[in-house]
């Protein structure tokens, strides 16, 4: 597969207490030229870190969720609405662990009641990540990959690490867990 630029930038690499003065879990992956950007994670900061490092959340145009702990997905409320705001009208993908929809849906609705009934010029779709399935997602003009694989750590569903191929790239990441051989499976391969 031909290879392409990818930058991979550490928008968040903090915990859920800021230590360090750290935001929390989000990773933009960004291909110059190209259409459509990549989160790993979005943590409940990751709009203000973005707008931090002047990236235009408008985008993004897929967020992979490694777990649904507020420090991972509690942003998605913020881009949501951010969106809602700044006219956006490119489709936002939301790929997580099995009821990431609702988890999202129930934090919009406790931060900002009615948010979810709002119509809006672009459409949320959200999608269910299960162990070792790969999902496909047609980002023009490629076809980004991802295969997730069951981690360990209680977050009221399946923590997942993640195995992404784009561009002619594979990047392996995992949000929390604690040790299991998982994670080298996850690292060592095939590429997707
Ligand atoms: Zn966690």
New binding site residues.
Partial sequence: MTKHPVQVRFVGSGD?FGSGGRFQACILLHAPGRNGDVLLDCGASSLVALKQQRHDPNQIGLVLV??L?G??FGGLPFLILDGQFAHRTRPLHVAGPAGVGERVEAAMEVLFPGSTGVRRRFPVHFHELTDRQPLRFDLEPTELVVIPFEVV?A?GAP?LGLRVAWQGHTIAYT??TEWTETLVELAQGPTC
Avoid: C, E, Q, T
């Fill in positions: 859920a490694s777990h702990h420090d991972h750590h977050s923590a949000g929390d």
